[in-house]
């Protein structure tokens, strides 16, 4: 079975400080992971993949995960907040090809983020 | 391309009423997906679709939810009767197929209230 913690369900930061929002997984398989962001009264937007290919993932609007496999971690950053930034962030893990798990995506509980001007 | 469209985008229903969601998919998409978000919570798999056939229902409670997929294009997803604890958004997902390297579009959701 596969799973995502995220740390932190409210994580707040000035405007142009760093962003840090933590993911952790389980999975029994290689694993594909991603990081989707929700603005209010709207649906899921992809951020960024990995997909087994590098371990250090740039996105869209500045951020960038990496993935850490002896740490089980897919944390995702940004050097310097911006108001647009303030939305709800999850992490999502999905299986490998052959696997149960394969194509559907199990997602961590959110994490919000705030910016302060 | 038009994104994946959602209807309605809100509902108010009471306990043991039924109701139903309708979804579009974004076009030439094989795979779709219907989510439900309870607040404070990611989005939980309902059920997947492979153009008109299931292939995943396992977290679906089929005592009250029924979704079919006729023609491979829409979706509907219904609760008869529907409890308190169903009130969510229910978020609809499209992808090119199931290849977990294609990207799912999100639908803006349906949110809806049991009271």
């Known amino acids: 079975a596969q799973s995502v913690t995220q740390l932190g369900s409210h994580v707040s930061v000035s405007e142009g400080a760093l962003v840090l929002l933590r993911c952790n997984y389980s999975?029994?398989?290689?694993?594909?992971l991603f990081w989707y962001v929700q603005y209010p009264n709207q649906g899921l937007q992809l951020l960024l993949k990995?997909?087994?290919?590098?371990?250090l993932v740039k996105g869209i609007n500045g951020f960038e995960a990496e993935f850490k496999k002896s740490e089980t971690s897919f944390h995702l950053t940004k050097p310097s907040a911006h108001m647009s930034d303030a939305a709800e962030y999850f992490c999502?893990?999905?299986?490998?090809?052959?696997?149960?798990?394969?194509?559907?995506?199990?997602f961590g509980q959110g994490t919000i983020l705030t910016v302060h001007p | 391309e038009a994104g994946v469209a959602q209807s309605p985008r809100y509902k108010i229903i009471e306990k043991r009423q039924s109701v139903a969601f309708w979804c579009n998919p974004i076009?030439?998409?094989?795979?779709l997906y219907w989510y439900q978000q309870i607040l404070g919570q990611g989005p939980k798999l309902l059920i997947q679709?492979?153009?008109?056939?299931?292939?995943?229902d396992s977290q679906l409670p089929k005592d009250r939810f029924s979704a079919e997929r006729l023609k491979g294009v829409d979706s509907t997803l219904k609760i008869q009767p529907a409890k308190l604890e169903d009130s969510a958004v229910y978020l609809c997902?499209?992808?090119?197929?199931?290849?977990?390297?294609?990207?799912?579009?999100f639908g803006p959701g349906t949110r809806l209230t049991v009271t």
């Open positions: 997902a499209s992808s090119l197929s199931a290849d977990t390297s294609y990207e799912q579009y």
């Open positions: 999975s029994s398989v290689p694993p594909y």
């Open positions: 990995y997909t087994s290919a590098a371990t």
């Open positions: 999502a893990v999905s299986g490998d090809a052959g696997g149960t798990s394969y194509g559907k995506l199990t």
């Open positions: 076009s030439g998409h094989a795979t």
């Open positions: 679709f492979q153009n008109n056939g299931v292939v995943d």
